[in-house]
């Protein structure tokens, strides 16, 4: 998979995405009676393992601080299997899911956990924690939000600046949030 529509899918096809499949076919293994079945052949399924599995695309994404939250909508290819009185029936039915996931990024991958997996519904909301960004993991900050922004960073990393009229020392902030020495002293 070499070209990907935005930096999130690529970040999930290149980091994510073994992870994701593992969580997917545990609930599928796990839930096989959940599955939509009504065009199924197999309606009361004993076992039902992950065949395949296609990124449909991110939604809900939001950034906070250093943690990248997100929702994979993953179309999924299960193979069902139901033990009858004569044989074992099988099928193969598609369900797509939506799998709530984070990742902690600091210098690199810290820390992923799918936190959530449902099936999906076409224009089912939910509600986004933190700055909500686009695909490109970009926060979205909209115009009547910048005060209430600039105000929680300082509030987080110069307090001082908010007392007092000053310079903000944004590299020396950058430094130290990064762990890095601080090459100069700035106003």
């Known amino acids: 998979m070499g070209e990907y529509q935005n930096?999130?899918?690529?970040?999930?096809?290149?980091?994510?995405?073994?992870?994701i499949w593992n969580a997917v076919s545990e609930y599928v293994?796990?839930?096989?009676?959940?599955?939509?079945?009504?065009?199924?052949?197999?309606?009361?399924?004993d076992s039902a393992t992950l065949e395949d599995m296609v990124l449909e695309?991110?939604?809900?994404i939001s950034v906070d601080e250093d943690t990248l939250s997100f929702a994979a909508v993953v179309s999924c290819t299960i193979e069902l299997e139901q033990e009858t009185y004569h044989d074992v029936e099988t099928a193969e039915v598609s369900?797509?899911?939506k799998v709530s996931c984070s990742a902690l990024i600091e210098d690199s991958l810290k820390k992923f956990t799918v936190h959530d997996i449902e099936t999906y519904s076409k224009g089912k909301r939910s509600i986004v924690s933190g700055v909500a960004a686009t695909k490109n993991i970009v926060p979205i900050i909209h115009k009547d939000q910048l005060?209430?922004?600039?105000?929680?960073?300082l509030e987080?990393?110069?307090p001082e600046a908010l007392a007092t009229p000053m310079a903000v020392p944004i590299e020396h902030i950058i430094l130290e949030k990064?762990?890095?020495?601080c090459c100069r002293e700035t106003a």
């Open 156 to 158: 987080r990393y110069c």
């Open 57 to 60: 695309f991110p939604t809900n």
């Open 7 to 19: 930096e999130l899918e690529q970040f999930i096809y290149q980091i994510c995405y073994d992870r």
């Open 178 to 181: 990064w762990g890095l020495p």
């Open 147 to 153: 005060d209430n922004e600039a105000t929680q960073f």
């Open 95 to 97: 369900q797509w899911f």
């Open 29 to 45: 293994s796990a839930h096989p009676s959940s599955l939509e079945l009504g065009y199924s052949r197999v309606e009361y399924p």
